[in-house]
């Protein structure tokens, strides 16, 4: 159920409708917008007539969300959902990229990828110290000291982390040491690890799983919001497909889908998109141009030395290039870079 407040109504007005909603069974989210207070309820039955609210005093009109899910869907913030994490905005008119190489690996590895990531302009490293690898065999991550080198190597050069949480367990260390909390593709659906990120007040990147639909990854945030923990980002990543030519088949359709689906900033991963290096410039560009509002792009000094993932991971080269590049995409699509 979705309660649009008129301009103007009041605080005793609003407090009366939630009241009644609750009463009703519901458990209501607010937006506060620039002209209008909407109140989401969201509550099992649906099979009642909004007239009984629209009567209310204060309220100018009454839906029900027709959607699966609710207080990800953009009616219940139509302008869009801004993501501030001290001084970077993810969500409004400047992209944001978040760049670093696939794991965390050394403390000179690091420093060097801090060092070119916010030379080359992006304002988030990421990297993974909890890595999901298909092979237990395969390097797993370095942990809480991964963690620690790499805020240390973030803080040197003002920039913002993220590194994935695999587990429940893990959520208090990310929290210490990263800005944003990232779920991966495999974890899109681990609802206890997405039901535990709704009780955090952390931002999200959720990505969505391999064999996903849009639907599905909204639900996931869904999760994530009724908990209480509205900022939630969602990260199309490429889905598996019939074709083998890529890792991955990067569904660039998904951006503007998402965009007119949900409020929530869309992010774009052209390297778990492709699985290939030089396939990451051209579909970065395709991102922007499509609507995202951010990548997620895997970078290393030495790439072919990398401890996981250097087949789709750019050279400090290749990233400047990149970052020249979307600026321009950017430009042209009346977005700037950030
Ligand atoms: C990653 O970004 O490091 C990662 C493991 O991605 P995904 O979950 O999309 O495979
Ligand atoms: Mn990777």
Do not use: W
């Amino acid at each position: 159920m979705l309660v649009v407040m008129e301009e103007g109504a009041t605080e005793a007005q609003t407090e009366a409708v939630i009241d009644r909603l609750v009463e009703m069974g519901f458990t209501v989210h607010r937006s506060t917008g620039v002209r209008h207070t909407v109140l989401g309820g969201v509550g099992p039955q649906d099979d009642f007539d909004p007239a009984v609210l629209e009567v209310l005093d204060g309220v100018k009109e009454c839906h029900r969300i027709v959607s699966a899910y609710k207080l990800a869907s953009r009616h219940f913030k139509p302008a869009g959902t801004i993501i501030k994490i001290r001084d970077v905005e993810i969500g409004g008119p400047a992209i944001v990229t978040m760049a670093g190489p696939c794991s965390v690996e050394s403390d000179q590895q690091i420093e060097a990828c801090a060092e070119f990531v916010a030379k080359g302009g992006a304002r988030v490293i990421r990297g993974g110290a909890f890595k999901p690898r298909s092979s237990p065999y395969s390097f797993q991550g370095l942990g809480e000291h991964g963690l620690q080198i790499m805020r240390r190597a973030a803080d040197r050069h003002n920039l913002l982390v993220v590194s994935e949480v695999m587990d429940q367990v893990q959520i208090p260390l990310l929290v210490e040491y990263s800005d944003i909390l990232q779920v991966g593709a495999r974890n899109m659906q681990n609802f206890n690890l997405l039901r535990e990120l709704g009780k955090i007040r952390k931002p999200v990147l959720l990505k969505r799983g391999i064999a996903a639909t849009i639907e599905e990854l909204l639900l996931s945030a869904e999760y994530i919001m009724s908990g209480g923990n509205y900022e939630v980002m969602v990260c199309e990543r490429g889905i598996r497909t019939f074709e083998t030519a890529t890792r991955n088949t990067m569904d660039i359709s998904a951006i503007p889908v998402l965009k007119r689906l949900t409020h929530l900033p869309v992010i774009a991963d052209p390297s778990h998109g492709t699985g290939k290096r030089d396939c990451v410039l051209p579909m970065a560009r395709a991102a922007i141009a499509a609507g995202a509002d951010g990548l997620l792009v895997e970078v290393h000094p030495d790439p072919d030395r990398a401890a996981s993932d250097g087949a789709q991971t750019l050279r400090p080269d290749q990233y400047q290039e990149m970052m020249r590049e979307t600026a321009r995409v950017a430009e042209a699509v009346g977005r700037r870079p950030a």
